[in-house]
């Protein structure tokens, strides 16, 4: 059985014998394999086997989610009448009363103060596309899981099954009074806009698009160090960004923010550029505030003699070609996920840093190095709202526990792990929410400053 899986392809890592009599044994048999098809593979591999018969076929993920990835405990014991009456009725009348009174305690006295709501309808799932809530729901558990993890924060899935944008924007306010933040998650551009304008201007407490925001904390943070290692400065680079979605813009918004050089935006209809026709308000912006030049050609011709490449779009757009065309040390963050744009392999033959969005590559970009520190920090500071100013200090925290001394073209960002990185973006945020006059100032003019938030009509990343 071993030797069918091993030439299967598979790898064997556990073989327990579970029952046996005079003529047959039963086993548990444990393998890794690539994927579904290749377990399949495995399993037309054993029962090809004379005298095996294979009963049943589990996979360890699935069994990782059976009944879902989180709980809710109690912080209170309830062993006693007088710990019931103080934890319910009658005790709980007097802090209710209390926070009728001073509406402001609800963040000191309920789970308020330590808890987020993880919304979404489904409707941009991971790469998968449009699922639906109830398919979306084991993205938004494991999203809970990391923001208790790394963050110490109490985070609840909240799906709904309405992908109407005044529908989610009213449901999202009626349930906010329970809830200290709230994280949007896997909404479709361009509806993903204007949910979280809405709700900022609605709600007291912080909206925080992980797409958007967290994408572009991370990768701030990542080129921060990914130029301190080939010696260049913000100011002086060209970055090609392709795919003017959610995250896109969200990164290109906040490199603006931060006084990069010029900025190239590509996406479906080709790089933006003034006298394009028929473009949406958010690309309008874009086209009217970046490519000086106005360069209207291909994504090959746009990375030649680029500084910087950015890809939150789709796999396979470039070569090591093209790579290898761009200017001297350049930089390539290839996101797209699970095939980036360029194959890093070919991208490393001629770029000074690669990044990708994969664990399985040197200089992981994950969100999860930015979204609970940040909202650790907002919780903690009371703040009413998110701000760029938070989203640049979170950045700078996160380059920052890298430390000079271990920066390196295969080590610009720490690893998800990495227990100092939350309680430093937490720090960080917490600093600039409750003195936002002290975070750093941009390296040099963006430009513009009624920087827009981005209006309903935007394209999603192709």
Known sequence: MTTSVGEAGAIVTALDVVDSDHTHVVVDLTCDTADASHADQVVDALTSLDGVDVRKVSDRTFLLHLGGKIEVTP?????????????????????????????ADARRLTIKRNTVAVVSDG???????????????????????????????????????????????????????????????????????????????ALDIPV??????????????ALTNALRVVGKQLADVRVVVSGAGAAGTA????????GV?????????????????????????????????????????????????????????????DVAAMAKDSIVFALANPDPEVDPREARKHAAVVATGR??????????????????????AHAEGFTEEMAIAAARAIADVVGEDKINPTV?????????????????????????????????DPGPTDLPEIAASASATP
Not at 208 to 221: E, M, P, S, Y
Not at 359 to 380: E, H, K, T, Y
């Open 75 to 103: 912080k209170v014991s309830l062993r006693t009448r007088d710990e019931l009456s103080r934890a319910y009725t009658p005790g709980v009348a007097r802090v209710c009363q209390a926070i009728a009174e001073n509406p």
């Open 123 to 201: 409707s941009a799932v991971l790469g998968l596309g449009n699922l639906g809530p109830a398919a979306s729901l084991p993205v938004m558990e494991g999203k809970a899981a990391l923001f208790k993890r790394f963050g110490g924060v109490d985070a609840w899935p909240v799906v709904l099954d309405t992908q109407d944008t005044d529908e989610i924007v009213a449901i999202v306010k009626a349930i906010a009074p329970a809830y200290g933040g709230i994280n949007l998650e896997d909404i479709a551009a361009p509806r993903c806009f204007e949910i979280e304008a809405r709700l900022r201007a």
């Open 208 to 221: 925080f698009h992980d797409d958007q925001h967290g994408t572009a904390i991370c990768v701030l943070a």
């Open 251 to 258: 990164i290109m918004k906040l490199l603006l923010r931060q």
């Open 261 to 321: 050089g010029d900025i190239i935006a590509y996406d479906r209809r080709g790089a933006l550029h003034r006298g394009m026709a028929a473009l949406n308000p958010a690309w309008q912006w874009l086209a009217e505030h970046t490519n000086r030049q106005n360069y209207s050609g291909d994504l090959a011709g746009a990375v030649r003699d680029a500084d910087v490449f950015i890809g939150v779009s789709a796999p396979n757009l470039l070569t090591g070609d």
């Open 359 to 380: 664990s399985d590559q040197p200089n992981q970009i994950n969100n999860v190095l930015a979204f609970p520190g940040v909202f650790r920090g907002m919780l903690d």
């Open 412 to 444: 610009i960002v720490p690893s998800v792990f990495d227990s100092r990185v939350a309680p430093a973006v937490a720090a960080a945020v917490r600093a600039a929410a409750q003195n936002p006059s002290t975070t750093p100032p941009p390296a040099a």
